[in-house]
């Protein structure tokens, strides 16, 4: 029962301390690949998300660049704007021809003297210097670049948002005449983010120098907000702004959002690469749980395993315990025990219970003359017939020195008999290398009632076994 308890404490202990250790060994490792995660977004991933978004832009925006470089340099564009603009047909040819050699969605010239705008398939209109929808080219009539990029409706078509190349268009003298260009349809930017919210389950938006959203897909961060309002960002708006690129990490709605941004000069827009921390986390922490789940499955297992082997280990070394090395059979503390459980715990209906010592005859003699490792292989030798003369019949013990206990259920007649074969079989038995050296055995019986101390029962068996060896012993008394 207390090596029972031992086992029921233990394994439970043992269950706890790698439960524990196995907790908290994952849970170190699950927040340091948190960070390392995090860092890793914050740092590289959507710093290269905004850049490939970046080189498309850019990409996309050479070519029609490099297109209206040339119609800017053609002289067939100067010398129509020289010679009074009078030929319609044909700059509209000439622009008709742009549109289609280059697969541009739109083409355009605006003269500064007179200051219509000519398009490829709709008619000349005037740009008018109070309407805000103009102030482009007025604004462009100044500047020192050659060109810019401006984002703005395209009236001639359906007042479709386009992406312009605004080309200066220079005199011999280096005097601006006119502005020539051609037009990327705003959609193939929003393709673009789109393209990249799909791929990487991220939030792409674009703002201007005011901090408008001016392209997104996520209801977020609607067209038309201000990050200087918007939720988590309104703190930081003025510091995005005013740098080209940077990361950051705030909260909106409850949530963890990591951010990193970057200016496209072109466009004089930035790019704003959003990724929800929970979401880019969420295949770690059902990792995290898969191992816990696969863990604490090996831990209970192992304990299972631990608790058998232990159980086995504990009934080996009771064995070892309770057992005597030389014969076999059970030792005194082992035969105490059985003594205990067997006959204190027995009912008085149940069966008889004797008790049965036996002790060799004249063994001194025989290890005086044969040596004292002749004497242990013929106690080991009696040990042997006792177990095998009394196996499933009761429980056989050395006691100590030639002494032997068997404990052995049925009648007295029975316990009698079995004590006289006993004697016989041990009597016809030779031992050693001698073939003349023999042993006899004095065998005490006597019959056990419920509940009886077992000293009481010992001197009553050992006056019986007395008997036996006064009468010149090989011989069995009862008690």
Request: hydrophobic content about 45%; charged content about 25%.
């Amino acid at each position: 029962m207390t090596a029972k308890l031992d086992r029921m404490r233990m394994i439970p202990l043992i269950g706890a301390i790698l439960a524990i250790g196995f907790l908290i060994t994952n849970m170190v490792s699950y927040f340091i690949a948190v960070d390392t995660m995090r860092q890793s977004i914050i740092e590289t991933e959507l710093p290269l998300t905004g850049s490939n978004i970046y080189s498309e832009i850019q990409t996309d925006l050479v070519r029609p660049i490099l297109v209206s470089s040339l119609m800017a340099n053609d002289t067939f564009v100067q010398d129509w704007l020289h010679s009074g603009e009078l030929d319609l047909a044909a700059i509209t040819r000439y622009l008709q021809r742009i549109q289609r050699q280059y697969n541009v969605f739109t083409a355009f010239l605006v003269s500064r003297d007179t200051q219509a705008y000519y398009h490829f398939q709709a008619p000349p209109r005037h740009l008018k210097r109070d309407d805000p929808a103009d102030i482009w080219f007025f604004r462009a009539i100044d500047a020192a670049a050659p060109y810019e990029v401006n984002v703005d409706v395209n009236k001639q078509q359906d007042d479709a948002l386009t992406v312009f190349i605004n080309y200066r268009v220079l005199d011999h003298d280096g005097k601006m005449i006119a502005l020539a260009g051609v037009g990327l349809d705003f959609r193939t930017v929003r393709n673009i983010v789109s393209r990249y919210r799909e791929q990487f389950n991220r939030n792409i938006y674009f703002v201007n120098a005011r901090g408008d959203i001016v392209v997104a897909t996520d209801d977020d961060t609607p067209v038309g907000a201000s990050i200087q309002k918007s939720e988590g960002l309104a703190g930081i708006a003025s510091q995005i702004l005013g740098e080209e690129r940077g990361e950051y990490s705030f909260k909106r709605a409850g949530r963890t959002i990591l951010l990193s941004h970057r200016l496209i000069p072109d466009l004089g827009w930035r790019v704003m690469v959003e990724q929800d921390e929970a979401a880019a986390m969420r295949p770690l922490w059902l990792g995290f749980l898969f191992n816990l789940a696969i863990g604490f499955l090996v831990i209970a297992v192992s304990l299972v395993l631990v608790s058998i082997a232990f159980g086995i280990y504990k009934k080996r070394i009771g064995e070892l315990a309770f057992r005597d090395a030389l014969t076999g059979l059970v030792n005194r503390p082992g035969f105490e025990a059985e003594y205990e459980t067997r006959l204190l715990s027995r009912r008085a209906s149940s069966e008889p219970l004797n008790l049965i010592v036996a002790d060799l005859d004249g063994f001194g003699i025989f290890n005086d003359r044969f040596g004292r490792a002749a004497g242990d292989a013929a106690l080991g030798k009696v040990g042997r017939i006792i177990a095998s003369v009394s196996s499933g019949a009761g429980v056989a013990a050395r006691l100590d020195g030639d002494t032997f206990a068997i404990l052995r259920e049925g009648s007295s007649d029975a316990a009698a008999r079995f004590a006289d074969s006993l004697v016989k079989v041990i009597g016809a038995e030779t031992f050693g290398d001698n073939a003349f050296a023999q042993l006899r055995a004095s065998i005490g019986v006597t019959a056990l009632t419920a509940g009886e101390d077992r000293g009481v029962a010992m001197e009553r068996v050992d006056r019986a076994l007395r008997k036996a060896k006064a009468a010149g012993g090989d011989r069995v008394c009862l008690a």
